[in-house]
């Protein structure tokens, strides 16, 4: 799965353009999480930093080689034993993980593809019932350093929308604010016969 408009800068660059720990504090990943799943780890910007703070797994899934060629060293550098990498198209071939596996799924930049819908379905078959689901993208600006172009960059209302249509309760009614150029949604998967629920996380 080749995400559109998603070319990778180099690595410095790419990741002065996030605040890591405040972004995954506020998308509560945390030690409350055993097992997560990462749908483009790209260079490991922020595998490596929640499998510190998870306390199982992290399978770390991307289909970009160079990108994951770094993310494998870094991990291997820092002795994260924890990490489990996957080079693979998990549109084409799926993740290769067992249905209501995870506790959390990562989706940071990645739902401007073409088939966002496809995405959220294979993440709300990997986790577990109330497993949580975060989702993180550029804010709607052309001010943004970075960023796929404006006419393909989800509003925080068109995931929102997303995830309760596809089985999720969204935690909250606005966006999370994920300074300097992100905001994101975090939401909880609810069992099969509630999917379609509009209410927020209570």
């Known amino acids: 799965m080749k995400v559109r408009d998603s070319g990778m800068p180099e690595a410095g660059y790419w990741e002065s353009l996030f605040d890591v720990p405040l972004i995954l504090d506020r ?3 945390d030690a409350s999480v055993r097992d997560l799943t990462e749908f483009g780890c790209g260079y490991g910007t922020f595998t490596l930093p929640a499998a510190e703070r998870i306390t ?16 494998r060293a870094r991990a291997a550098a820092a002795g994260a034993g924890n990490i489990v990498f996957s080079r693979r198209d998990f549109l084409e071939e799926g993740t290769g993980l067992p249905d209501a596996g995870v506790d959390y ?18 993440a709300r078959r990997v986790l577990k019932p109330g497993g949580r689901i975060g989702a993180i993208h550029w804010i709607h600006s052309a001010a943004t350093p970075r960023g796929p172009a404006l006419d393909i960059r989800p509003k925080p209302g068109a995931i929102i929308g ?11 009614e606005h966006p999370i604010d994920l300074p300097p150029w992100h905001y994101g949604v975090l939401a909880l998967k609810l069992p099969a016969a509630s ?5 927020l996380i209570r």
Do not use: T
């Open 195 to 199: 999917s379609g629920g509009c209410g």
């Open 162 to 172: 997303l995830m309760r249509r596809h089985g999720f309760r969204p935690a909250q």
């Open 56 to 71: 199982g797994a992290l399978y770390a899934l991307d289909l970009d080689e160079e990108a994951m060629v770094v993310a």
């Open 105 to 122: 799924v990562m989706l940071f930049n990645i739902l401007h593809h073409e088939q966002p819908a496809e995405i959220v379905e294979e």
């Open 27 to 29: 998308m509560g990943v």
